[in-house]
Nanobody, 118 residues
Framework: VQLQASGGGLVQAGGSLRLSCAVSGSGFSIAAMGWYRQAPGKQRELVAMTENGGAPNYLDSVKGRFAISRDNAKNTVSLQMNSLKPEDTGVYYC?????????????WGQGTLVTVSS
């Protein structure tokens, strides 16, 4: 199983970016998918998460600006980021909680850098 993330880059404050992540492989089902980020010198934090049958969960500081969506048929998750701020800068990591042979496992993508200039 692999997670492949894409879509990071450099954007001015107020701009938008869209991150995407695809899960490849076989023999799994997806329990949840989401995005974390890590700014320089800070701990990794949850940005947005969507679980099966539940409402998305967002970091307070991104509510109203970011939107997470899943395509279950394609095993992908996307994060639309609008009205970006310099404090949104960081490495964004895709995360997936998978069920494999009745065991729950946590997978991470390789990280994609988002830089928001002021």
């Amino acid at each position: 199983v692999q997670l492949q993330a894409s879509g990071g880059g450099l954007v001015q404050a107020g701009g938008s970016l869209r991150l995407s992540c695809a899960v490849s492989g076989s023999g799994f089902s997806i329990a949840a998918m989401g995005w974390y980020r890590q700014a320089p010198g800070k701990q990794r934090e949850l940005v947005a998460m969507t679980e099966n049958g539940g409402a998305p969960n967002y970091l307070d500081s991104v509510k109203g600006r970011f939107a997470i969506s899943r395509d279950n048929a394609k095993n992908t998750v996307s994060l639309q980021m609008n009205s970006l701020k310099p404090e949104d800068t960081g490495v964004y990591y895709c995360n997936a909680i998978l069920i494999i042979f009745d065991a729950t496992r946590n997978y991470w993508g390789q990280g994609t850098l988002v830089t928001v200039s002021s």
